[in-house]
């Protein structure tokens, strides 16, 4: 998702761990033009109980991606959901209203040596992106 696709099946790409891998460029890939635009709107899970608390974010611009990464987030989305699955089909809009957001990229954060993420039910550092 952070490199070019092979052209040709059978082929391959190859991605550069030396310096880490940046899951921020699947948020908001500079190189992709419109790539950080997103929809949202009120919504609700797609696994039971299906609750209608949720706000999605669908990115504007599709991602193009390999049959394998393909397969390795569908994989972590049945584990995710106890192999519910994605398990509501694609609702109407029924007025909701839809919202167009930019992600910007903030800041590197400081991180000092001993910090650890929180583990618990939302594990997150509030400030890598912001919304405009």
């Keep these: 998702l952070t490199v070019e696709p092979p052209s040709k099946e059978g082929a391959q790409s190859t991605l550069d761990m030396s310096l880490g891998l940046d899951l921020g460029t699947m948020v908001a890939n500079p190189k992709v033009n419109g790539g950080d ?31 394998e ?29 839809l919202i167009v957001f930019r992600a910007v990229p903030k800041m590197k954060m400081k ?15 509030d400030g890598e992106f912001q919304a405009r």
Excluded: E
């Design 111 to 125: 991180v000092d040596k001993d910090m650890t993420l929180n583990w618990g039910a939302n594990p997150r550092t």
């Design 37 to 67: 635009l997103y929809m949202s709107y009120a919504g609700s899970h797609t696994s039971p109980p299906c609750v209608r608390k949720t706000q999605w974010f669908v990115r504007r611009l599709s991602v193009i991606a390999s049959n």
């Design 69 to 97: 990464q393909a397969k390795a987030l569908s994989d972590a989305i049945y584990k995710l959901t106890f192999n519910n699955g994605n398990y509501r089909a694609i609702m109407p809009v029924n007025k909701r209203p």
